[in-house]
């Protein structure tokens, strides 16, 4: 069964330095999102892409994050300057419609020190 | 603003039983909700898709239900395992206009006792 493959699945950053976590969506897939989860709460949307643009974003994704799909398989999610409450787990999900189906990837674990 | 809610919070079985999980969402306009299951640490594996124009989806010992006008999904789930100890989240994306973002339920944290 097709998967949405996440790396790396955990990574340690300092406060301040920039982080990118890669994604690679399913092929035939045509939206892709980034969601994140803070230990012990909600799952929460932050950014939906197609066709190369933002499609939606939340209010946590403010200037510090950026999305960028550089070729046509990888799909990633930059922070540029981490902060503590960044630390959460970051999952990467693909769908091949419009709200239908969402596939989720393992999610890679932040942890800022 | 859709909100989502599952109840319980958390949940302890005997190995063998039968359980219902509930989700219930605020705004009945859906086009579809989805199941989820979260091991410890781990992503999010789909369980079962039901449509907006579905009442039921059955895969193996799981079933969900869907109540759109009530605003209300059942997971229950048959001869509950040891291996079904996981949290079950509820997610539902949002009707249409654009919108993309899918709001999640907070989970039920299941615990099957051998």
């Known amino acids: 069964e097709p998967e949405v493959t996440q790396t790396p699945s955990h990574q340690v950053t300092q406060m301040g330095q920039e982080v990118i976590l890669r994604c690679v969506p399913i092929s035939n897939h045509l939206y892709f999102y980034w969601y994140r989860q803070i230990l012990g709460q909600k799952v929460e949307f932050l950014v939906s892409?197609?066709?190369?643009?933002?499609?939606?974003k939340s209010e946590i994704f403010d200037d510090q994050f950026s999305v960028e799909r550089p070729d046509g398989s990888n799909f990633t999610l930059k922070i540029r300057s981490t902060k503590l409450e960044d630390s959460a787990m970051y999952f990467c999900?693909?769908?091949?419609?419009?709200?239908?189906?969402?596939?989720f990837g393992s999610g890679t674990r932040l942890t800022v020190v | 603003k859709q909100e989502v809610t599952q109840i319980p919070a958390a949940l302890s079985v005997p190995e063998g039983e039968n359980l219902v999980l509930n989700c219930s969402f605020t705004d009945s306009a859906i086009y579809n909700l989805q199941w989820f299951r979260q091991d410890p640490g781990k992503g999010l594996t789909s369980l079962l898709l039901i449509q907006s124009s579905q009442r039921e989806q059955t895969s193996g010992r799981l079933n969900a239900s869907l109540d759109k006008s009530s605003g209300r999904s059942t997971l229950y789930i048959a001869a509950s395992q040891p291996g079904d100890s996981a949290t079950y989240l509820c997610a539902v994306p949002p009707y249409s206009g654009g919108y993309q973002k899918v709001t999640f339920g907070i989970g039920t944290k299941l615990q099957v006792i051998p």
């Open positions: 892409f197609y066709n190369n643009e933002i499609s939606e």
């Open positions: 999900a693909s769908s091949e419609t419009l709200g239908y189906g969402y596939t």
